[in-house]
């Protein structure tokens, strides 16, 4: 979760979705076919500064198609429903895309645990999912990706984010390898996320040589942390590693400077936020990592910027944006793909086409070269580290995963 951005640029798309037609006077342009695409996010609670950039960033691919006709024929619709960061939320929210027989794709959720409570729904009504920012390696993997034993649970879900195996190995090394830090004391919030991402963390960095002086569960709903902060204080260590997000990795590290350890605190792209500054007056120097590059930086997301600025939202694109985007425009993608082999028509089986029609789909994006492997993950595994300088984050180092 943080702040990026890009825009992508492909080539005429047809499209017809299976749903409602517009009829304009006189037809020509008037006659529309509609295809809703869904996005779903937390839009309100701690977590909205990064669900507000996935919807708007959805928002403007589906104006962008519309403004430029990607897809002859079709008029392309969001539907946006609000998470609240909650699984059982989000399986009802998973429900009202079902039952609307327009909507051939949905995008998000942000957090891995909503999502596991929406794969099911959607795998067994064949209606795609791609997140821009699900990292739980066994939503793609299943649960014996740690084995070895890897095995895609449902075939409808894909994303654009690569996996907090990829994720939290390129964080041990380069708090290793780049940054000297030989101890550390590992932190999470028991969800899904940030449960997962300590994990690959702790694997990786004990390989490496490494050494986890201890480790500690939060209630990532506490906003107190003195009896964790003493513990870490009086371990040596010479950074926090913290699986989680910034509405509680931000009082954390600023709790823990507070005490008078003068170490960093490092996360995931959980907390690759402008909110993690807010939330913390002592965050200078504080480490993340997140996926892809920063979008800033990326030549193919200039054109992303520049509209996302232009169509005027009140809320930054955030660390999901350029995903969201890239996200958002592959469904578009499948979408013509499948009308296109089926004779300009959008096919009666339009879900089963659609979803048939992802493995082909690639495209190159805001984020680079957008495709999906066997599993549903991204093929792009490019990640950047990023320290906070003056209140804001800058890009330490950028990589791309290399299994060892």
């Given at each position: 979760m943080l702040i990026l951005t890009t825009v992508l640029t492909t080539g005429a798309l047809t499209l017809t979705a299976c749903g409602s037609?517009?009829?304009?006077?006189?037809?020509?342009?008037?006659?529309?076919?509609t295809v809703v695409i869904g996005v779903d996010a937390p839009l309100t609670g701690d977590l909205s500064a990064l669900g507000l950039g996935i919807k708007n960033s959805a928002d403007l691919a589906v104006k962008t198609a519309n403004k430029e006709g990607t897809v002859e024929g079709v008029e392309f619709k969001l539907q946006a429903t609000d998470d609240q960061a909650q699984p059982s939320v989000g399986q009802q929210n998973a429900q009202k895309f079902i039952s609307n027989k327009e909507v051939l794709g949905v995008v998000g959720p942000l957090n891995s645990n909503v999502s596991q409570s929406m794969q099911k729904p959607f795998n067994d009504a064949g209606l795609v999912q791609v997140s821009p920012a699900n990292t739980g390696t066994e939503l793609t993997q299943g649960d014996g990706w740690k084995t070895g034993d890897l095995k895609r649970p449902f075939k409808t879900f894909f994303r654009t984010a690569t996996t907090d195996q990829v994720q939290g190995d390129f964080a041990a090394k380069y708090l290793y390898n780049k940054a000297k830090i030989k101890k550390v004391y590992l932190i999470d919030d028991q969800?899904?996320?940030?449960?997962?991402l300590a994990a690959s963390f702790k694997d990786t960095f004990t390989k490496l040589g490494g050494k986890i002086v201890a480790s500690d569960h939060i209630n990532p709903e506490d906003r107190d942390f003195r009896a964790v902060v003493t513990k870490v204080k009086n371990s040596g260590a010479e950074a926090v590693y913290y699986g989680g997000e910034y509405p509680a990795a931000g009082p954390l590290s600023q709790q823990l400077k507070g005490s008078g350890a003068k170490i960093p605190l490092m996360g995931g792209d959980g907390i690759y936020s402008a909110d993690f500054i807010k939330l913390n007056k002592k965050a200078e120097g504080d480490?993340?990592?997140?996926?892809?590059?920063?979008?800033?930086?990326?030549?193919?997301a200039k054109t992303f910027i520049k509209n996302y600025e232009a169509a005027g939202y009140k809320d930054a694109?955030?660390?999901?944006?350029?995903?969201?985007?890239?996200?958002?425009w592959s469904i578009i993608e499948a979408v013509r793909i499948a009308v296109e082999e089926n004779n300009g028509k959008l096919p009666e089986d339009a879900r089963a086409k659609v979803l048939e029609a992802?493995?082909?789909?690639?495209f190159e994006g805001v984020t680079g070269t957008v495709s999906f492997d066997e599993y549903g993950d991204t093929t792009n595994t490019m990640m950047t580290a990023y320290r906070v300088e003056g209140k804001e984050w800058k890009p330490e180092f950028s990589g791309a995963y290399k299994p060892e």
């Open positions: 037609r517009d009829e304009g006077k006189g037809g020509g342009d008037g006659d529309k076919t969800k899904t996320y940030g449960a997962g480490l993340a990592t997140s996926v892809g590059k920063p979008v800033e930086m990326l030549d193919s694109y955030e660390a999901y944006g350029g995903g969201t985007y890239d996200a958002t992802m493995s082909k789909v690639k």
